[in-house]
Nanobody, 121 residues
């Protein structure tokens, strides 16, 4: 059983900051890319940022320069530092990871349960 558990969402004023965390746990053999997607009401889920095990990241243009993704491979954890938040950043943020379990040689995508981020004055 593999779980991705997110934390750090909440309500923040425009211009404020939040830091999201997502920890993967369970019978994990290896983890590939980890990252974040978001979904606003009545909109499709979109990529925010994704990071391979090692190497450069992919960050959406809409958040570039404001959001930073990082990960701690020893802790199977990915972070999203969000600065200069805007009302249009309001969404449910989902953690995403591609990983291989101890019981399956194939890799599979996994999702967290989502954490609400609301940017409002």
């Amino acid at each position: 059983q593999v779980q991705l558990v997110e934390s750090g969402g909440g309500l923040v004023q425009p211009g404020g900051s939040l830091r999201l965390s997502c920890a993967a746990s369970g019978s994990i053999a290896s983890i590939g890319p980890m990252g974040w997607f978001r979904q606003a009401p009545e909109k499709e889920r979109e990529l925010v940022a994704i990071m391979p095990s090692y190497g450069s990241t992919n960050i959406a243009d809409s958040v570039k320069g404001r959001f930073t993704i990082s990960r701690d491979n020893a802790k199977n954890t990915v972070y999203l530092q969000m600065n200069s938040l805007k009302p249009e950043d309001t969404a449910v943020y989902y953690c995403y990871a591609v990983l291989r379990t101890a019981y399956n040689a194939d890799t599979s995508p996994y999702w967290g349960q989502g954490t609400q981020v609301t940017v409002s004055s």
